[in-house]
Structure formats: C-alpha cells, structure tokens
C-alpha cells in the first residue's frame, strides 16, 4: 500500500496544485468535473518522464485518460483503493497425469500489473504469478515459464528469431508437451512466419499467443487468449507453427491460424488476426478443440525436429504504389540489399517506368519475388503483356504467398543460398501452405455493412 506521503507521488506543477486543493491523490475514485466535460474514474500515478499539466484517471471502461488541471472545475472523490504492486503469488501445482508445457516470453502482454514508477502496465510472468491470474491453467497442465525477451514485438528480429527458434528445439529434446509463446500482436504473424521455417516438422504443438487488450481492462483478452493457447498446446493434436488469438469480437472462442497464413487485419480489435486464403485450423473453447480441417501435421511421440535458422537480413518488402520511381530500386540495390519482395498490384503489376531499374537489380544479383497487395488470391503474371513483361526482367511470381511470409522465407532462403536457381527451389516448395493449390470458396469474406443479404446475416449470426 502507498503512503500518504506518497499520494502526490508523481505529479508536480499545475497538476499537483490541483490535487491538492481537492485533497486528492493517487487511487482516489473520483469524479472530475471540467470545462471538456464529466469524467469518473480512477487517478493513476504519472511516468517519471510526463509533463506536469495532466492528470491521469483509469476510466470503467478501462482506457486511461488524460485530463488538463487547468480545464478542472472540480474534483470530487467518491472512493479509495488500495494499490496492489505485485499480482499474489501461488505455488503452480504440479500433476504427473497433466501435460508440460513450457511457456516462452518474448515481451507480449499476458497478466499484468500497474508499475508506480511509470504508472505503466508490466506483465506478469512467472508460473506462480500466472497461477495467481489466471487459474485455470492449472486445470490443463503443468505450466513452466522462460523469459527469452522484454522487447516490444516491433523489436523481434533476426537475433530474436534464431534465438527463439534454437530454444524451441532444444525444449522439444527435453521432452516438453507443448510450446507457447507469448508475443506481442503487431509482429507476431511475422515471427509465426519464420518460426515456420526455422522449426519443421515439431513432434508438438508451438502455439503463438499474445493480447490486443491488456488484463488491466475490463474487456481483455488475455486471460482467454492465454487459457485457449495452453489447452491448445497441452491437449491439441495440431503439431505446427500456430497463432491462438480471439475469434469473434466477443469473448466465445478463439481461433488457431496456421503460421504462414495469419495477419493482423486490425489496428485494435480482439478479433484481429486472421487466416487469409484459406480456414482456420481449428476452433477452440474452455471444453473442446473442434478441428475445421483435417491436413495439418500431427502430435507424435518422437522428439524430433528440423531446425534450420539462416537468415539474411538484406532483403526488403517493396510495396508498389502508382507513380513510383526507380531511383527507389536503386537506392535498395545500392545498400547491398540481397532480395526485394514486391507487393505489387492486381496480379502482379508494376509500372513501367520500373522496368530498368528491375532489370538492372536482377542483373546485379538481387532475387526479386512477386506478391499481391490484395492478400487474397493468387499471382498471375501470363494474364496480362505487363505480368510477362516483368517476369522477363527476373521478376518470379510467388503465387498466393503473402508478402510478409513471401519476405520472411526470402530472409530464410537467402541465409541458405545465393544460387538463383536453389532460391527459387526453396522459395516455390511449400513448407506449410505458405503457397496452396487453391483457395477454398469459403475463405475470402468480407462483410460490408449495409449491403441488405450482410445485414441479414449479421443478424442471425452470432458476431
């Protein structure tokens, strides 16, 4: 609990006058009356490094708010709460009938607490802390935890994905169940692309998970997300690279997302990540995993694994926009880049006053794929003269790879060989449907509002 003297802690200039003529402080409820409107909520500490104008109040629905001291009319506090610093700790029982599973942090929000210094969300990590927020994992297995990272998932790179990777193979010769991996959101179908890769053929399951919403919110995901990944991971059968995240907008299941075929597809939706091009892998909830297709690799008894983590980080996703320039290409070759991958337009266009500027790419050694910026469908270059065209300058179509798979494995490949002719071997040879025969009629929907036959499905269907 905070002291007294401590429940200004954090606030300094305008902001703590304010406070101080209502006689209030950190972890008072209150109600805050001010000329940009009526605020309710809880007052926060503020980060070392804030400025001295605002106060900090934790609203119900969770969003933190920052209101200007000079635009507060009134405060008035309706409550206290003590501050918990550290999530209560319990001894994470063990069960000899129940699965291992080992969980790996790279820095994704899992369970969390309010750190007072900064007034920021840090999570929760050790087995007895998750125990402590989350239960029910206790319920599933046997749950051991490793910190590999703290980094935002904006930070994962080359180093963390080797590292990551060499880990997991060695937690499979241990004889672990399953692998989790907590990860933050904004990257992690980028790691699942090239944990893919640089982890085949796993005797269990490696399961991806992270939060969109963290556990200081009312509405996250995280308890959920973290709860369906370890069932996934102890009790599945799909022993691949997967993403466990939410499937609804609502908190009914969750979804796993073969690792070459997930995106994010939204800035803040708990629904967020979703597979493209084809299915899902299967359904998961508190009481079952119901599969939704059957051709995926499967658990196995043995302990063994390919793990193979080259990786050449000159290479570079280039995404095409009407009007660009070649001196764009050129810059990419003159750095030394080794592969470009275009997210062209269509089937695969790019315009021609490019044309040079890929052909002398090509020739000076750079490997140039083609994807499509539509994410869904497939690259069809003899369509049209322009898709000809380009392939003739060395550009190889990629077929419905997505562009940041179609990078990630380039990354892979190139760490391998720089002999065209291989490259293209290990690029156009599917590892995990990162490239499929073709997409299920069922995979690619959209469902624009106010279309009638939508709005009519939206309302007998659960969202």
């Known amino acids: 609990m905070i002291s007294q003297?401590?429940?200004?802690?954090?606030?300094?200039?305008?902001?703590r006058k304010m406070l101080e003529c209502h006689g209030v402080g950190v972890w008072s409820d209150v109600v805050v009356e001010s000329t940009n409107g009526h605020f309710e909520g809880l007052i926060l500490p503020r980060a070392e490094t804030a400025d001295d104008r605002h106060i900090v109040l934790k609203l119900e629905s969770g969003y933190n708010i920052g209101v200007e001291a000079e635009t507060i009319t009134s405060i008035t506090e309706i409550g206290r709460r003590e501050a918990n610093y550290k999530i209560p700790e319990k001894e994470f029982p063990v069960d000899p009938g129940k699965p291992n599973i080992l969980l790996l942090?790279?820095?994704?929000?899992?369970?969390?607490?309010?750190?007072?210094?900064?007034?920021a969300v840090i999570p929760a990590f050790s087995p007895g802390e998750l125990y402590g927020s989350v239960p029910e994992l206790a319920d599933i297995c046997n749950l051991r935890t490793e910190k590999l990272y703290g980094v935002f998932s904006e930070n994962m790179g080359p180093e963390q994905y080797?590292?990551?990777a060499g880990r997991?193979?060695?937690?499979?010769?241990e004889g672990v169940d399953g692998i989790v991996i907590g990860h933050g959101t904004d990257t992690m179908h980028h790691t699942a692309a090239i944990l893919t890769f640089m982890v085949q053929n796993p005797p269990v399951p490696i399961v991806m998970v992270g939060s969109q919403r963290s556990s200081d919110r009312p509405s996250s995901d995280a308890a959920?997300?973290?709860?369906?990944?370890?069932?996934s991971a102890a009790e599945g059968d799909i022993a691949e690279v997967v993403v466990c995240m939410f499937g609804p907008t609502s908190d009914q299941y969750d979804l796993l997302h073969r690792g070459t075929r997930v995106r994010k597809m939204h800035s803040s939706y708990r629904s967020t990540f979703r597979t493209i091009g084809d299915i899902p892998l299967a359904l998961v909830e508190s009481e079952r995993i119901d599969y939704l297709r059957q051709d995926f690799k499967r658990r196995r008894d043995d302990r063994e694994v390919t793990i193979n983590t080259a990786f050449e980080d000159k290479v570079t996703i280039l995404y095409y926009y009407p009007g660009m320039r070649p001196d764009v290409v050129d810059a990419i070759v003159e750095k030394g880049y080794r592969g470009i991958v275009i997210a062209g337009t269509g089937l695969g266009h790019i315009n021609k006053p490019l044309y040079p500027a890929i052909r002398r790419a090509a020739e000076a050694g750079v490997h140039i794929y083609m994807t499509v910026q539509t994410l869904w469908g497939y690259v069809q270059m003899y369509v049209y003269e322009t898709g000809r065209e380009i392939m003739e300058l060395g550009v190889v179509p990629a077929a419905n790879m997505l562009p940041e798979v179609a990078y990630m494995k380039l990354c892979w490949a190139l760490g391998q060989s720089d002999d065209p002719d291989e490259v293209r071997r290990i690029m156009l040879t599917p590892v995990a449907d990162e490239i499929t025969d073709r997409e299920p009629y069922n995979g690619y929907l959209i469902m624009q509002g106010a279309i009638p036959e939508v709005q009519e499905f939206l309302r007998t269907t659960k969202r």
């Not at 959920?224 to 069932?231: E, G, S, T």
Request: charged residues 20%; aromatic residues 4%; glycine residues 18%.
């Open 168 to 173: 997991i193979g060695e937690a499979i010769a």
């Open 224 to 231: 959920i997300n973290l709860i369906n990944a370890v069932k």
């Open 105 to 119: 942090g790279t820095g994704g929000t899992i369970a969390s607490r309010l750190d007072y210094r900064t007034g």
């Open 162 to 164: 080797i590292r990551l």
């Open 5 to 15: 003297g401590d429940a200004l802690k954090g606030y300094r200039g305008p902001a």
